[in-house]
């Protein structure tokens, strides 16, 4: 598991720099409700926030490519859930045993 929005949010910022823009242009409530959209949403409201004259599409595909070169060395791992699933493993290894052997 990673967490990978720290990366999403830096890559937008460095893809609305081509623009003339930063994340902080865009109002708190916008920034506020970014995650969990659709990729395709965020840049058609950012294009149209920011009224860039850029096609959507075009401005996710710079985007994603800027995501993808990146994510191979930048992506940091959520330790903790990673913890919690190895735990979860363990417990639930043991619970099956013990089922097993009921029988």
């Known amino acids: 598991m990673v967490n990978s929005e720290p990366l999403h949010v830096a890559v937008w910022d460095s893809?609305?720099?081509q623009h003339g823009h930063t994340l902080s242009d865009l109002p708190e409530e916008f920034q506020a409700?970014?995650?969990?959209?659709?990729?395709?949403?965020?840049?058609?409201?950012m294009v149209?926030?920011?009224?860039?004259?850029?096609?959507?599409?075009?401005?996710?595909a710079t985007k994603a490519e800027k995501f993808l070169a990146l994510a191979q060395t930048n992506?940091?791992?959520m330790l903790e859930a990673a913890m919690v699933v190895s735990s979860l493993e363990v417990v639930l290894k043991s619970l099956l045993d013990k089922m097993m052997h009921q029988e």
Do not use: Y
């Open 33 to 45: 409700t970014m995650a969990g959209k659709k990729p395709i949403a965020i840049a058609e409201g």
């Open 75 to 77: 992506l940091q791992g």
């Open 15 to 17: 893809t609305l720099r």
């Open 48 to 60: 149209d926030e920011l009224q860039m004259s850029v096609d959507p599409q075009i401005f996710l």
